[in-house]
């Protein structure tokens, strides 16, 4: 992706944690992004959100804090990382919302061409998953590396 990362990631022994610090004119933000396994063996979900007082993931929140393009670029990031380590699986996500979904299918779109160098991308559209389309309502995206 053309934009830059945050490079000050903190990651778990297992890959299935990391964090980052997003650093714009609301502060210091502890972002987090999980990687969980889901019912169907091999793929796993991402979620992707503020660290609370308490310690637990907010995917909830909207901190708007000015650094959007850099923290997707650095999910992507640790996607790569993730699926580097266990080639074998696959990550899905989505947004918590029409709107953040809608924002992730722009982001993929917007750079399409850098990441299917890395990766193999489909949306889930109509309850099947599909190559990604650029400009389809797409209800969620499963990724895995390419060998």
């Not at 979900?45 to 637990?56: I, Q």
């Not at 380590?85 to 029409?98: L, T």
């Amino acid at each position: 992706m053309e934009y830059g990362i945050y490079s000050n990631l903190s990651i778990t022994d297992d890959f299935s944690i990391f964090e980052f610090l997003s650093i714009g004119p609301k502060g210091v933000i502890v972002k987090r992004i999980m990687f969980t396994p889901t019912e169907v063996e091999e793929v796993f979900n991402l979620s992707l959100g503020d660290v609370t007082f308490f310690g637990e993931l907010d995917a909830s929140s909207v901190s708007n804090n000015g650094d959007r393009n850099k923290i997707l670029a650095t999910v992507a990031y640790c996607i790569e990382i993730f699926l580097n380590q266990y080639p074998e699986r696959w990550v899905h996500f989505k947004g918590n919302s029409f709107g953040r979904t809608r924002l992730y299918r722009m982001a993929i779109s917007a750079n399409l061409k850098f990441l299917e160098s890395k990766f193999h991308i489909y949306s889930k559209v109509d309850n099947e998953f599909v190559p990604f389309q650029k400009n389809v309502h797409q209800d969620g995206f499963l990724v895995r590396i390419k060998p």
